[in-house]
């Protein structure tokens, strides 16, 4: 069965400090993706990333980047110089490959970025 | 660009009541899913369409019923509403293909259950 852990249930951080978000995979599938989706306070989910299995290059957006390593099955996500903005609960997910792509879920992090 | 829309946004009801989540998408996606956050469970699979006329359950289907009449419209019904389906409901949808096609999500279902 497929299972993604988010340890960090609450992180706070004061603005432009770089904050990494942990997220922790299983599953048996030899190809499946990742995602990361962000849910700010008005709550609706976001989408931010999404990797496929076979690319373990790390990828850089602007402030984002994501740093996926197959060997520990992790795919973790780096907020560089936070800002307020960036505070929201953040998940990420797994899929199966192909199909109906269904979505398992980590519980999600709540990011507080203070002034 | 209408996108995926869900009605009601908001929704207060009586324990033992039937309550319909309704979710439309305009962009003829093969594939729609309905999935409920909780605290502390992040979002879970209730049940998913592969097109019109199948569905299938998910994680937590107990008490849900959903129907696809239509491509474009996967209603979901609390047959009798309990206390422990107080949540945010969020319907999904998905273009058919082996690519992993970015998954759409509409704005969200806050449904209480008195």
Known sequence: AQKVTQAQTEIS???????????????????????????PPSGELVFLIRRNSFDEQNEISGRYSWNFQKSTSSFNFTITASQVVDSAVYFCALSEASGAQKLVFGQGTRLTINP | DAGITQSPRYKITETGRQVTLMCHQTWSHSYMFWYRQDLGHGLRLIYYSAAADITDKGEVPDGYVVSRSKTENFPLTLESATRSQTSVYFCASCPEGTLGNTIYFGEGSWLTVV
Do not use: H
Not at chain 1, 14 to 24: A, G, I, S, Y
């Open chain 1, 13 to 39: 951080v004061v603005e432009k400090e770089d904050v990494t978000l942990d997220c922790v995979y299983e599953t048996r599938d030899t190809t499946y993706y990742l995602f990361w989706y962000k849910q």
